[in-house]
């Protein structure tokens, strides 16, 4: 892992991953959407709304994903301070932020026709309003830790301590009656109750959205690597002037 | 006996195409902001690299 400590190292790879994620995410994303919409056929119970699924899904799996990212980030920061792990971490947290919003919004559009009500304060739909909190609370402490001049300690913990909700959001619908339903697939055991009509594009479209989050938290960090050469070569050149 | 008529809103137009403009919106939102002050950061590097 060490070996991609290396900012330059990382630069070099990051430069030709980032087009292949955002051409393959934009495909898959595209397909997904478009079969999850006018080709995969409406579900036998739900009816049409069952199409929300294509976008509630992948978003729940990236809000979720995404903070287990920021967690293995920050601790790879904590323990090996690692250059580049602060940076993954902050480059996560806006954009694990952005899909925990679709996930909760898309989810009460979703839960509107299907429960008839936007939201109930149900166990699964708390704990991922409670992820969306723990995001916004890492977003503030680094900000203000950064603005200080911190390594962003702080923050990291934050996050650490706030990875211990994620199995609460996995469980929560066998832990507690809710009404949000159980876990239609099983990837451990590559089990699925779904009809492959609709197993299919929502994993078409799950790829895609995963191939996408890459892409933007690639891009971001391109950007923070190379806001950090502008500042320490700013100060190298008022250096020399003075 | 009272008969009572329950109007039941269209799908589509008030969740399904909603729930994806919500999404696409979000998505490329995301996107343009990552690619634009990727590629702003990235060339003031390189013009300071320059001087």
């Not at chain 1, 904590?78 to 480059?91: D, K």
């Not at chain 1, 009460?108 to 704990?127: E, N």
């Not at chain 1, 706030?162 to 990837?187: C, D, F, M, R």
């Not at chain 2, 939102?29 to 702003?40: E, F, G, N, Y």
């Amino acid at each position: 892992m060490h070996r991609f400590a290396n900012p330059a190292r990382f630069l070099r790879i990051a430069r030709w991953a980032t087009p292949i994620t955002l051409v393959l995410g934009l495909i898959l994303t595209t397909a997904g959407l478009y079969i999850g919409l006018f080709a995969s056929p409406p579900d036998y119970q739900q009816g049409e709304s069952v199409r929300i699924m294509y976008v509630h899904v992948p978003a729940a799996w990236l809000g979720s994903g995404g903070y287990l990212g920021l967690a293995i980030a920050s601790a790879t920061a904590l323990i090996w301070r690692h250059p580049l792990a602060t940076i993954a971490a902050r480059a996560i947290a806006p954009v694990g932020a952005a899909f925990t919003a679709i996930c909760l919004m898309s989810g009460s559009l979703w839960g509107k026709p299907t429960w008839g009500t936007y939201w109930v304060w149900d166990a699964r739909l708390t704990s991922m309003l409670v992820l969306l909190f723990l995001y916004l609370g890492y977003l503030a402490l680094s900000a203000s830790e950064g603005e200080q001049g911190g390594e962003r300690k702080g923050a990291a913990i934050l996050a650490l301590i706030g990875a211990i909700n994620l199995p609460i959001i996995k469980y929560s619908v066998e832990w507690w009656n809710t009404l949000h339903q159980g876990s239609s697939i099983n990837v451990l055991a590559g089990k699925s109750a779904m009809a492959p009509e609709i197993l299919t594009p929502l994993l078409v479209s799950v790829a895609g959205f995963t191939f996408l989050f890459a892409a933007i938290v690639l891009m971001r960090m391109r950007a923070m690597l190379a806001e950090q050469r502008v500042e320490a070569r700013s100060r190298r050149l008022a250096e020399a002037i003075a | 006996m009272i008969e009572a008529v329950v109007a039941r809103p269209d799908l589509w137009a008030s969740y399904i195409w909603p729930s994806y403009i919500l999404t696409i919106g979000g998505l490329v939102a995301l996107l343009v902001w990552s690619w634009t002050a990727m590629r702003a950061a990235e060339k003031r590097a390189e013009d300071l690299k320059r001087k």
